[in-house]
T-cell receptor, first 115, second 112 residues
């Protein structure tokens, strides 16, 4: 099946710094990608929809200036957590839709820890 | 407002027995439902799906049942195996969108 990769898988950063997370579709093109966040023992929460060649669409309550999304090509979307704070520590997961209506392929996730 | 709910945070089942995971939703616009399986520190992997035009979909050991009037779906795993131990998320979407709303997950533990 289709593969989505994320890099890095784990990152620790200091409070106030910015962190970039990459999401790549390895063997297919994705004009749309999704970014999710998962808190411990909580649901996956959709943060934003990344659109190739246009601005990302953010869900209600998600700060677009804090979580910068860039969909630079048909195989790459990046999420930059700017001026990170400890409360931004979380598991961030991206996904890309497949050919079928219901298909969505998830990346392995990135564990962000802000100290 | 949690539109998709999984009220059981955890479930333990003996190997070989049936596992039943439940999910409730509130939005009547949802017409496609999926179950994902997730291991720690990994992304979710697709397990099985069901469209609102059906009330049952079966794939090997996994069967999903949909009760539209009750806005309830369930995932049956039989026979359960230790390798099935994971967190299971149900997700729902409305027609024409890839946006899925996830439940909070149920941690299944299959005991050998």
């Amino acid at each position: 099946g289709a593969v989505v990769s994320q890099h890095p898988s784990r990152v620790i950063c200091k409070s106030g710094t910015s962190v970039k997370i990459e999401c790549r579709s390895l063997d297919f093109q994705a004009t749309t990608m999704f970014w999710y966040r998962q808190f411990p023992k909580k649901s996956l929460m959709l943060m934003a929809t990344s659109n190739e060649g246009s601005k990302a669409t953010y869900e209600q309550g998600v700060e677009k200036d804090k979580f910068l999304i860039n969909h630079a090509s048909l195989t790459l979307s990046t999420l930059t957590v700017t001026s990170a704070h400890p409360e931004d520590s979380s598991f961030y997961i991206c996904s890309a839709p497949g050919d079928q209506t219901y298909e969505q392929y998830f990346g392995p996730g990135t564990r962000l820890t802000v100290t | 407002d949690q539109q998709v709910k999984q009220n059981s945070p955890s479930l333990s089942v003996q190997e070989g027995r049936i596992s039943i995971l439940n999910c409730d939703y509130t939005n009547s616009m949802f017409d496609y439902f999926l179950w994902y399986k997730k291991y720690p520190a990994e992304g979710p992997t697709f397990l099985i799906s069901i469209s609102s035009i059906k009330d049952k979909n079966e794939d090997g050991r996994f069967t999903v049942f949909l009760n539209k009037s009750a806005k309830h779906l369930s995932l049956h795993i039989v026979p359960s195996q230790p390798g099935d131990s994971a967190v299971y998320f149900c997700a729902a979407s409305a027609r024409g969108t890839y946006k899925y709303i996830f439940g909070t997950g149920t941690r299944l533990k299959v005991l050998a």
